[in-house]
């Protein structure tokens, strides 16, 4: 009986050792998880920190240089309830290149951006139409810019500058913005100081097809 119990014993033991073992590698992922944080997948810039409103997917969608619109879905924490929080929730009234950046962006007129009744808005819809900018950028900048809620809130967001093509050909301005040849144009504010650089080198519209698998592989 002894030489039946005592392999068995042994490989009790051996096992137990091997738990043990794995403990302090098991424990020592300790908290903050990667599947914990905040993980926005998005070609475009966002701002999902502190109780305040939610900034997503930020672009400048631009049919050519120096000329595009803003569109972003903006929306409230996920704290807040929309059914009772989304009328009183501060909108969007200012949009402007930070102050450290290297950009000159104008933002033309546009009317304050309210959340609707399920808490979320989002400018790329055609039906509501994002904010027209101009200044001194072009499809591939990435440029710092600071949204001004009306509860006097301030959001800075990397954003980028992207063509006006594909996904996003049906990028529209506010209703009553100027569109030419069914792109999206911005006008600047007729408060706004012209922008020199933007009026002497425009740009022809960007070519939105894509490249000939020929040409390509030239």
């Not at 914990?36 to 997917?57: C, E, Q, S, T």
């Not at 009183?88 to 950046?101: H, K, M, Q």
């Not at 904010?131 to 710092?144: H, N």
């Amino acid at each position: 009986m002894a030489a039946v119990t005592t392999p068995l014993r042994r490989k009790l033991a051996l096992a137990a050792g091997l738990v043990t073992l794995g403990a302090p590698v098991l424990s020592s992922c300790g908290f903050d998880y990667a599947t914990d944080r905040p993980n926005v997948i998005a070609h475009g810039g966002f701002h999902v920190d502190g109780d305040g409103m939610r900034v997503l997917a930020t672009r400048i969608v631009a049919a050519d240089s120096h000329a595009g619109v803003f569109i972003a879905t903006i929306a409230l924490n996920p704290t807040a309830n929309a059914a009772t929080d989304a009328a009183n929730a501060p909108t969007l009234t200012g949009l402007s290149a930070r102050g450290d950046s290297d950009y000159d962006v104008q933002a033309g007129d546009f009317k304050p951006v309210a959340v609707g009744d399920t808490g979320a808005v989002n400018l790329a819809d055609p039906s509501i139409g994002g904010i027209p900018v101009t200044g001194d950028f072009k499809a591939g900048s990435s440029i710092p810019l600071t949204l001004t809620f009306s509860d006097g809130e301030k959001i800075s967001i990397q954003t980028p500058v992207v063509t006006q093509c594909h996904e996003f050909a049906d990028v529209a301005p506010q209703a009553g913005g100027k569109k030419a040849g069914g792109k999206a144009t911005a006008s600047a504010s007729p408060s706004a100081e012209p922008d020199s650089t933007a009026s002497s080198a425009a740009s022809a519209p960007y070519d939105c097809s894509f490249p000939d698998a020929t040409t390509a592989a030239e």
